[in-house]
């Protein structure tokens, strides 16, 4: 049976990217719903094998949105029905929310190319990869705590879960209308901007090549073949 993959978007700009490339590649079934639109809109555990969790600008502890609740009752459903989850930042963050962890404010926002201090390179190669949060998560009880950097724990696997507190799945173009949406509004200095669109020609194809990895760690680790 072809492995059924269900990505939940929170605005038209967080994409699966290049992490829906790959499980396409791997003769995965894709689909993506838009979760910022409520319960109705989210789909039943029964309908995917995998349950990926994208980035929002929301957050999932201050000031949330309505729609976050139902979402994490989606999520708290995946894992008690053992389906595997893989949480990219705010989803990372839901994920750890759902497995008992807190959130909390970083020090400060993260924004831009991190390199990872990671104890497992093979399952969270350790980039440079596009880290964007002002938020953080704690381990979840149980979890094993994989990388981080200065600010906070960038990724965490607990048995077919992993959370992770960067973004993997981007490309230029996303971060170009993320770029667009927060610079008018002072949230990016133009400083950060600039790195943030250099980086994708100074790393090229490496950041991609590491992202199909952590995906294909993931999908091992939840006993798919690839």
Same mark, same amino acid.
């Given at each position: 049976m072809t492995p059924r993959v269900a990505f939940l978007q929170h605005s038209e700009w967080d994409r699966p990217g290049g992490l829906g490339e790959r499980a396409r590649a791997l003769g995965m079934e894709t689909?993506?719903?838009? *979760?910022?639109?409520? %319960?109705?809109?989210?789909?039943?555990?029964?309908?995917?094998?995998?349950? +990926?969790?994208? =980035?929002?600008?929301?957050?999932?502890?201050?000031?949330?949105?309505?729609?976050?609740?139902?979402?994490?009752?989606l999520v708290a459903q995946a894992v008690d029905q053992g389906v595997p989850v893989l949480g990219v930042c705010f989803g990372g963050q839901l994920l750890a929310q759902v497995l008992g962890a807190r959130i909390n404010r970083a020090p400060e926002r993260e924004i831009g190319w991190r390199l990872?201090?990671?104890?497992?390179?093979?399952?969270?190669?350790?980039?440079?990869?596009?880290?964007?949060?002002?938020d953080r998560f704690d381990?979840?009880?149980? *979890?094993?705590?994989? %990388?981080?950097?200065?600010?906070s724990l960038q990724a965490f696997i607990a048995? +077919?879960?992993? =959370?992770?507190?960067?973004h993997p799945e981007v490309d230029a173009r996303i971060v170009g209308q993320w770029l667009?949406?927060?610079?008018?509004?002072?949230?990016?200095t133009p400083e950060q901007a600039h790195e943030?669109?250099?980086?994708f020609a100074v790393h090229g194809r490496d950041t991609a090549d590491q992202a199909d990895q952590?995906?294909?760690g993931f999908v091992a680790r939840a006993g798919l073949p690839v």
């Open positions: 689909t993506s719903y838009r *979760a910022d639109q409520g %319960a109705d809109a989210l789909p039943a555990p029964s309908t995917f094998d995998l349950l +990926v969790v994208m =980035g929002s600008s929301a957050s999932t502890e201050f000031a949330s949105p309505s729609w976050v609740a139902p979402e994490r009752r990872l201090d990671t104890d497992d390179p093979a399952a969270i190669p350790p980039g440079p990869w596009v880290s964007w949060h002002e381990p979840p009880p149980g *979890a094993r705590v994989v %990388a981080r950097t200065g600010h048995g +077919v879960h992993t =959370g992770l507190q960067f667009d949406d927060d610079l008018p509004d002072g949230k990016v943030l669109r250099a980086g952590l995906f294909d």
